[in-house]
């Protein structure tokens, strides 16, 4: 009998404890998976953000760079992760809307393994080319690629991203067999442009503006409803006569499903205020990225409804990763 009461003590102490640590949440530094390398927006998104994070909670938040398999590798491990909110992931579009539609055997489930926390930002895709290819517009690169078939290929930040399937869209709409060229995101892919390693490439506009900058990289088209104010004299492809080849990148804080309610709702209103601030505004607005917001909720519902969009466009496109 004894041993029976110290033993529900000792739960009890334990439960105690635990309760005590999460009310305390948090108590020690958080780390935020990043899918790409080091360079481009969702690393540059994650840096910001973090640093103004970690001032509001009082902790020092680490982005953690997890590179490869299209996402897949630190998705993965921030799905095993222990749900106490000290382990988040930088998802996005390639994680939670294209990359489930393409690979066949996950090892994680996108909506059932994770806690949305809330949508961070969203970006459009812009077409760019080197300037030494002869083009100055969407529509000279599809004459340029029908006067030399099979000849011309594009590149993007890596397989099952947004702007891959923004290519795979323009090979669609355009009917021109344009190869695809995967980079380990922007980091490498911007530089390989530049150096004109690839012709033409989708993606984000972040990783790209030094050289764009520089004069070596052309931005020849984007994909939102509107024009970037950024980049005013750039059209949209609707307005180049492409209006089916749309695609916003976006990205979003998650947590390993099972995660305390009251440590979602805390770090949601953290980073709400955090992307409210006119200074993180400003930074990320000058890499053309909108911060976005909104509750765990309607980050969870815009998941699933970005899942059921590419289903079909991966499908139509055939691309398939085992």
């Known amino acids: 009998m004894k041993k029976f009461a110290r033993i529900t003590s000792l739960i009890a102490m334990a439960c105690a404890f635990t309760a005590h640590a999460q009310q305390n949440y948090p108590s020690r530094?958080?780390?935020?998976?990043?899918?790409?390398?080091?360079g481009g927006a969702a690393d540059f998104l994650a840096r910001i953000t973090a640093m103004k994070l970690g001032e509001a909670l009082g902790q020092t938040v680490v982005v953690d760079n997890r590179a490869g398999s299209g996402g897949v590798i630190a998705t993965n491990l921030v799905a095993k992760a222990a749900p106490d909110g000290y382990t988040l992931l930088q998802g996005g579009i390639t994680t939670h809307g294209i990359g489930p539609n393409m690979y066949t055997n996950l090892p994680y489930d996108p909506v059932k393994d994770f806690a949305p926390i809330i949508l961070s930002a969203t970006m459009p895709v812009f077409m760019m080319s080197n300037t030494q290819v002869p083009v100055k517009s969407v529509?000279?690169?599809?004459?340029?690629?029908?006067s030399k078939p099979g000849t011309l290929s594009f590149g993007s930040p890596g397989t099952c991203s947004a702007p891959h399937m923004v290519g795979e869209l323009f090979k669609i709409v355009t009917g021109i067999p344009?190869?695809?060229?995967?980079?380990?995101?922007?980091?490498?892919?911007?530089?390989?442009?530049?150096?004109?390693e690839v012709p033409v490439f989708f993606d984000a506009v972040a990783g790209h503006m030094p050289f764009i900058k520089s004069g070596r990289v052309r931005a020849l088209a984007v994909t939102s409803v509107a024009r970037v104010s950024a980049f005013p004299d750039i059209p949209t492809m609707k307005e180049v006569g492409l209006a089916r080849i749309d695609g916003l990148v976006w990205y979003g804080l998650l947590a390993p499903a099972g995660t305390p309610k009251h440590i979602i709702a805390k770090l949601n209103a953290e980073t709400n205020r955090v992307l409210a601030m006119q200074e993180v505004k400003d930074k990320l607005m000058a890499a053309?990225?909108?911060?976005?917001?909104?509750?765990?909720?309607?980050?969870?519902?815009?998941?699933?409804?970005?899942?059921?969009?590419?289903?079909?466009?991966?499908?139509?496109?055939?691309?398939?990763v085992n």
């Open 29 to 38: 530094p958080l780390r935020v998976v990043v899918f790409i390398p080091a």
């Open 139 to 146: 529509n000279e690169v599809i004459a340029l690629a029908k």
């Open 178 to 196: 344009v190869q695809h060229i995967p980079y380990k995101g922007s980091g490498t892919g911007a530089p390989a442009l530049a150096a004109g």
């Open 288 to 320: 053309s990225i909108q911060t976005a917001g909104g509750s765990p909720e309607e980050f969870g519902k815009f998941i699933r409804a970005e899942l059921d969009k590419w289903g079909p466009v991966v499908k139509a496109a055939g691309v398939k």
